[in-house]
T-cell receptor
Framework: GNSVTQMEGPVTLSEEAFLTINCTYT??????LFWYVQYPGEGLQLLLK?????DKGSNKGFEATYRKETTSFHLEKGSVQVSDSAVYFC???????????FGTGTRLTIIP | NAGVMQNPRHLVRRRGQEARLRCSPM?????VYWYRQLPEEGLKFMVY????????ESGMPKERFSAEFPKEGPSILRIQQVVRGDSAAYFC??????????FGPGTRLTVL
């Protein structure tokens, strides 16, 4: 079955540092890949996505590239801000309206 | 355009009682998904419904849990005879055909 392995946290960085959160997956076929962000007490918000190999998803300074050869979808940001503090989830889905399979989440804390 | 709505946001039940969680999808969405998030864990898929039909319930516990999405009204996740292990955040997501899933704010269930 499908699975997502995500870098364990928590991760603490200083403001303006470079961020990488690793994510690898196991899936049959060609899944779509997602990063979701969860702020305290809230639901999940879609941060970015990629639907085929070599696609790059980007939003709010975050980027992730769909690497089929390494089955990875690592999240990066060049300069983090305090407001980026949240829990980040990597996820995948099969074709169409299928269930999402999530990683365990990475708690990110940015200190001024 | 209201997003996905869930109520109640917080629910406290004693062991053995019933819990009813409601989810109103975004306007125009006919697909609803329920996920459960245990403390410090990622989200786990429970059930996927379309209007009046259960499409995939592979993540639902076999006993005490049921879900419906009637022709009119919200989707309901029902947990009978709750136990302490049911304490979790329950998230609903909705989508249109072929589109991304949008998440609600969640219902946090506490079983005393």
């Amino acid at each position: 079955g499908n699975s997502v392995t995500q870098m364990e946290g928590p991760v603490t960085l200083s403001e303006e540092a470079f961020l990488t959160i690793n994510c690898t997956y196991t899936a049959t076929g060609y899944p779509s890949l997602f990063w979701y962000v969860q702020y305290p007490g809230e639901g999940l918000q879609l941060l970015l996505k990629a639907t085929k190999a070599d696609d790059k998803g980007s939003n709010k300074g975050f980027e992730a590239t769909y690497r089929k050869e390494t089955t990875s979808f690592h999240l990066e940001k060049g300069s983090v801000q305090v407001s980026d503090s949240a829990v980040y989830f990597c996820a995948l889905s099969g074709f169409g309206n299928e269930k999402l399979t999530f990683g365990t989440g990475t708690r990110l804390t940015i200190i001024p | 355009n209201a997003g996905v709505m869930q109520n109640p946001r917080h629910l406290v039940r004693r062991r053995g009682q019933e819990a009813r969680l409601r989810c109103s999808p975004m306007k125009g969405h006919s697909h609803v998904y329920w996920y459960r998030q245990l403390p410090e864990e990622g989200l786990k898929f429970m059930v996927y419904l379309q209007k009046e039909n259960i499409i995939d319930e592979s993540g639902m516990p076999k006993e005490r849990f049921s879900a419906e999405f009637p022709k009119e009204g919200p989707s309901i996740l029902r947990i009978q005879q709750v136990v302490r292990g049911d304490s979790a955040a329950y998230f609903c997501a909705s989508s249109d055909q072929g589109s991304e899933q949008f998440f609600g704010p969640g219902t946090r269930l506490t079983v005393l």
